[in-house]
């Protein structure tokens, strides 16, 4: 049961803070949240079709399959995450007043419509992913029925875990100011696009597009990887002890482009405006 718990708990978990901190944006740039019924089912259904065929995916490229398919998921929700901060960056560095121009312009209607857009793929294929993991989980004790009903529970007990604390943090965040939050969002972002990005690049290597080489460092006896800490740091920015040339060197493509956009917004801010 307890592996069960800390499985679904590490699965679901960066899930939950992702719908989390989109949903409190959404209220802040007053969003409706429709788009979280859009961005759930997705995440549903495409969790379920790669566990259901799990094993054609694997055996699909020369067994490469699994691979290239999580590599593109993550690449999906990089660059959803990469629109998105670009989206609100701009309001970093505005008057406060400027914060609600998504529903107050025509041309805003547009950036609104993008970000929803975004923010559905987002948490859509974020989820896919991790829930395809528990579904397979789970599948392996269907014909264990004494053991099933074991990792049923410690799967619920994990969900509800990962469930509440991303309804704490929703509740923790709401009322903070919005160009505080915008902060906060723009950071979580930026963390998230480089610790999934780094994943890109495990994928990659272990199927042998990149070439494999030395750490570049060893954190492991800081923060190991299958610590509790390690794991949460894992689930929630993709934290890796032993990073690579190649990881270290997408993390730093992932990141480039929010650092421009910051540069650039910084260079055209309008205090007053």
Not at 224 to 234: F, T
């Amino acid at each position: 049961m307890v592996d069960a718990i800390l499985l679904v708990l590490r699965e679901v978990l960066e899930a939950a803070l992702i719908i989390t901190m989109l949903m409190v944006m959404s209220r802040k740039l007053s969003i409706p949240l429709n788009w979280v019924a859009a961005g759930l089912t997705l995440g549903a259904v495409s969790s379920w079709l790669l566990a259901r065929y799990a094993y054609q995916i694997a055996d699909a490229f020369s067994g490469t399959g699994q691979e290239l398919t999580n590599a593109l998921l993550y690449l999906l929700v990089v660059l959803s995450f990469i629109v998105i901060a670009a989206i609100i960056t701009p309001l970093l560095f505005n008057a406060p007043a400027k914060i609600r121009f998504l529903s107050s312009t025509a041309i805003a209607n547009n950036y609104r419509n993008l970000l929803i857009s975004s923010a559905v793929l987002a948490v859509g294929l974020s989820l896919a992913r991790e829930v395809a993991e528990i579904w397979i989980y789970l599948g392996g004790f269907v014909q264990q029925p004494d053991k099933l009903q074991s990792a049923l529970i410690g799967g619920a007990i994990g969900m509800g875990i990962g469930v509440s604390l991303g309804a704490i943090t929703y509740y923790l965040l709401v009322f903070i100011a919005a160009r505080k939050f915008l902060y906060a969002l723009f950071i979580f972002l930026a963390l998230l696009c480089g610790g999934l990005s780094m994943q890109i690049a495990k994928q990659l290597l272990q199927i042998g597009v990149l070439n494999s080489a030395a750490p570049l460092w060893d954190s492991s006896t800081l923060i190991n990887e299958h610590s509790w800490l390690g794991e949460l740091l894992y689930a929630l920015i993709g934290y890796d002890s032993t990073p690579s040339t190649a990881q270290v060197i997408f993390y730093g493509l992932a990141i480039t482009p929010l650092i421009i956009a910051v540069i650039w917004n910084w260079q055209h801010r309008n205090p007053t405006a």
